[in-house]
C-alpha cells in the first residue's frame, strides 16, 4: 500500500533530489577540472609570493656615487608587500614580486640615478645594478635672496650630487623653466663654437639666452626661433670678421632677429 504523500514528504524528496543534483554537478568533470585548476593556482601562489623559499634573503648593489645606507633602507622599504587577509596583517618579500614600484620609488627618491635594472636569482637573491646620471652642467637660480643650484645632465633633468666636483663642468645661471630646451640649444650653440673662444657661463632670461665670453661681450640668442641660424651667424662672424681681440672690446652680440647680426 503507497504511502500517502504529506507536505512533509514531498519536502523531503524534493530535498533529497537537490542534494542528489547537487552531487551530480559537483561530480562532473569541468567543475572538478576547475576546482583542481583553483587548488593549484592557490598553491602557486602561497608558493611564489609566502612560501619561505622564495623570500628575497640576499641584496648585491652594483652602483658608484650614491649614499649606500639611505639606497638601501629606500629598497628595503620598497621591496616588502603587506597584505591585509581577513583582518590579519601578512608580509612578504617575494623575488617573484612586480619590482616596477620599487623601480619608481627608488628613482623618486634618488634623482641622479638615470636608469635601475633588477635581476632574479632564483631562489632569494636580487640584483641591483643603478647608473648614475653624468652631470653636464652647473645651474643656479636666484629665488629671493638664496641660490638654488644644482646638477643637470644632457638629457635636461636635474639631479644633486655632493661627490661631484663640478669645476670643470658648464655653468648656467637664470630661471629653470625650460631645462630641455635651453640644454638642447646650449650643446648645439658648442657644438658650433671656434675651438678658440671660451664660454664663462650662460645665462638664461625669460625671452632669451646669453652666453657670456671671458673678458668679452655676452651673445644673445632666441631658443625659440631658428637656433640653427642663429648659432651659423655666430660661426660666421668669429671666422671670417671677428678676431679675439675684437670680441675683448664688445659689449654684445644679438643673433635674434632674422639675418641681421647686432654687434656693441
Known sequence: MAKKATPK????????????NFLKTLKSPKILGNICFLLLFLGCFYLFYFSPFFQIKEVKINTQSIQIDDFKKTLEESLKLDINFFGKN???????????????????????????NLKREIPNILTIEVQIREPYAYWCEDIGQKKDCSFVDNKGVFFQSKDFDQTDLIKIEGNKKKPVET?????????KLDKKIEVEKFIVFDDKLSLKIPFGPQVFFDINK?????VEKLHLLLKEKLTIEDLKKLEYIDLRFGDQAIIK
Open 9 to 20: 514528504r514531498i519536502h523531503k524528496r524534493k530535498r533529497n533530489k537537490k542534494k542528489n
Open 90 to 116: 601578512i608580509s612578504t618579500e617575494s623575488l617573484f614580486l612586480p619590482f616596477k614600484p620599487v623601480i619608481d620609488n627608488l628613482e623618486s627618491s634618488f634623482p641622479q640615478i638615470e636608469n635601475i
Open 183 to 191: 640644454i638642447k640649444a646650449i650643446q648645439a650653440i658648442i657644438n
Open 226 to 230: 631658428n637656433l640653427n641660424w642663429q
